[in-house]
DNA sequence: TCATCTGTACATGGCCAATATATACAGTCA
DNA sequence: TGACTGTATATATTGGCCATGTACAGATGA
């Protein structure tokens, strides 16, 4: 598990600790049970205050991804996909809803919602390639 | 054209006086050529610096509801509803693009969001029978 | 022409939420 | 007991957004 910074991202640092533990929990390089640097151990690493290792844990912890135990260390939860999922549709399902609050002003009806969208995605499809 | 302050409101006083003229085009209240209040006295009778009564006229241009033209006055523009339109698409695009971003992570296809927006659609329906 | 109206450009100050911090406290365990 | 663990506190810094005053330039009618 190594957790690389970027100072010059606009992403704040205990985000960025989040997305790549996050990321190594979903991807299966760290499982159920498995312990994390300590906070301070990880500050010290990336040079940071143990407030903002502290932070990333606390959330990562509150997200159900990994839990923290006083006096002991971190722990990767056991790998819930079917809350981690809940959570994503529910911002999902912000994102949609929006889009149909608007929607009715501007005379756009279901078709053209699924038209726009798929236009989107091979346009995000598109943007992956060019990278 | 009467404009009304809320002072306890969290909405900005730019944005409130942008709302209630765009409202007053879009319901009829205000034609083609219908000449605004001046900055300084719609700002003289809000009590409020001209500057942020120029900050809304100026983004009420930018929108094509009215035409600014220095030395004569604010004038209301002829109402493009295509324009209108595309504002809102826009507002479609941007929810939708947020919920296609979550979609990745989520592990959600294009059909999971399909089917999600129909079933947002049903409850949308089903919401407005019941009032 | 000149007084007075019009919109506009500029720099600045206040506010607030978000970010990152140091340090002291409390639990665990060899 | 010593050396590790996570946690709670108050605080400093930053950056964006809102609102402002004032000086400038164009238009218009007496």
Known sequence: MRVVL????????????KEQIGAAILGGDLGEGDALPSVRALARDLRISVITTTRAYTELAA?????????????VQPLDRELVREQ??????AG?????????PAGLGRDDLVE???????A????????
């Open 6 to 17: 970027s100072n010059s991202s606009k992403v704040p640092l205990y985000e960025q600790i």
């Open 63 to 75: 997200e159900g991804f990994i839990a923290t135990v006083p006096g002991k260390g971190a722990f």
């Open 88 to 93: 994503r549709v529910r911002q999902v399902e």
């Open 96 to 104: 949609l809803q929006t889009a149909l609050d608007a929607a009715g």
């Open 116 to 122: 726009m969208l798929d236009t989107l995605i091979q």
């Open 124 to 131: 995000e499809q598109h943007e992956s390639v060019e990278q």
